[in-house]
């Protein structure tokens, strides 16, 4: 599928098949409001666990629960019956109905299966109880209290580059002894699709995992989820509030699971204009230079974005822009943050390559930047 680029084949590695990948995916496709979607995610994130798991050398186990077999019964029989070792890899992936309850209080959705509803809190316990050295459970479902999941308007897929970054691959899945929980939206909110092109928060995660990797020069859980969360609250289309929440924690140590009060849906995130020099990181960098670009902002929004964006550089900062993996054109970073303001709405997404990028001798503020502009 274009745009979505199997980025980790040529991923050298020296583990052996010892070690395994459990992957379980638990799909509705049978629904007749959100199978369609649903079905085209599970094929996505296998696609992905069978990549991921070759990469690193683990062995895959993929457990399926769809169709007849997605039920509250046999997702109990199968966490019950999990069992692994300490080297291994457990990634869980829900796509379907989700609800919350003003009896619950929790930020975490239940799981809508035939036959019970099940937390995904719940799942992540009985998960993490098995003793792998990463576990993780993302649930892609609705949070809203008491409601249905509607449907959202079809949406454009961002075109992924493709470079392998093994370091990133293995900060993700094999070094990390930690346990992460995710779910694609807050307590209170509703998590949106298309029909036949699947959740959009699958497919911003599996954006955000392509991008990063090529990309990113330290990359981790919380950068990858924070970059996810961005790309979800900054990219929905006008009058829809999904926010994607996760958290992570070290292995021996109990997950504190927030408790949230009644409070109003926070603002979706965007970039704070007045950063400081300390908080410059990928995700600021790779803000701003969308935010610039984002035609739903106003213009006196995005002309604030090409003057704070200054403060990214030293006074000498120059700009790389990359076609593919060719060098085609150096220009000031003041003159490409205004290029790029006028070309706004024919420019799709910027992605930012930390990999080629510089930081000047303070090793705070940039001296360079490698960018690569996907355009209409």
């Known amino acids: 599928m274009k745009g979505v680029l199997m980025i980790l084949f040529l991923i050298l590695s020296i583990q052996s098949f010892s070690q395994s990948f459990i992957g379980i995916v638990v799909a509705n496709t049978n629904d007749s409001q959100i199978g369609k979607s649903c079905d085209f995610d599970k094929l996505r994130m296998i696609g992905e666990f069978n990549t991921i798991a070759n990469s690193i050398k683990y062995k895959l186990e993929l457990k399926q629960l769809s169709g007849g ?22 990634f869980f992936y829900y796509t379907g109905h989700g609800h919350n309850s003003n009896d619950l209080k929790t930020s975490w959705p239940s799981l809508d299966l035939s036959g019970g ?17 990463l576990t993780i459970t993302m649930g892609d479902c609705c949070n809203k209290v008491n409601a249905s999941t509607p449907v959202a308007e079809e949406y454009k897929i961002i075109e ?77 289309i006008s009058g829809y509030s999904q926010i994607p929440q996760f958290d992570i924690s ?9 408790v949230p009060n009644p409070s109003p ?18 995700t600021s ?24 964006a200054s403060n990214l550089f030293v006074n000498d900062g120059v700009v790389e822009i990359y076609k593919g993996t060719t060098l085609v054109e150096l220009q000031a970073y003041n003159e490409y943050f205004m290029r790029v303001y006028i070309n706004g709405p024919d420019i799709r997404t910027i ?24 355009w209409k």
């Not at 077999?69 to 457990?90: A, G, H, M, R, Y």
């Not at 070290?250 to 927030?258: D, E, M, R």
């Not at 984002?294 to 995005?302: A, I, T, V, W």
């Open 160 to 236: 992924s580059p493709s470079q392998d970054q093994l370091s990133n691959i293995n900060n993700l899945f094999i070094d990390p002894n930690i346990n992460i929980l995710v779910s694609s939206s807050k307590r209170g909110q509703s998590s949106y699709a298309h029909p036949e092109n699947g959740s959009y928060f699958t497919t911003k995660w599996i954006e955000a995992l392509h991008k990063m990797v090529n990309y990113s020069k330290t990359l981790n859980w919380n950068i990858l989820l924070n970059e996810t969360s961005n790309m979800v609250s900054n990219e929905l």
């Open 117 to 133: 509803m099940m937390p995904l809190e719940l799942v992540h316990e009985k998960l993490t109880s098995k003793g792998a050295h």
């Open 351 to 374: 992605n930012f390559i930390e990999s080629k990028s510089e930081r000047a001798s303070n090793g705070i503020k940039y001296r360079k930047i490698a960018v690569q502009e996907i």
């Open 250 to 258: 070290t292995q021996n140590v109990k997950a504190v699971i927030p």
């Open 69 to 90: 077999s997605f039920n509250f019964e046999n997702l109990q029989s199968t966490l019950d019956k999990l069992s692994c070792t300490p080297n291994d890899v457990i």
């Open 285 to 308: 960098v790779s803000a701003y230079l969308n935010d610039i670009i984002d035609q739903s902002k106003s213009k006196e929004h995005r002309k604030d974005m090409v003057k704070y």
């Open 265 to 282: 849906e926070p603002s979706p995130i965007i970039p704070t204009p007045l950063i400081k020099p300390e908080d410059i990181s990928y």
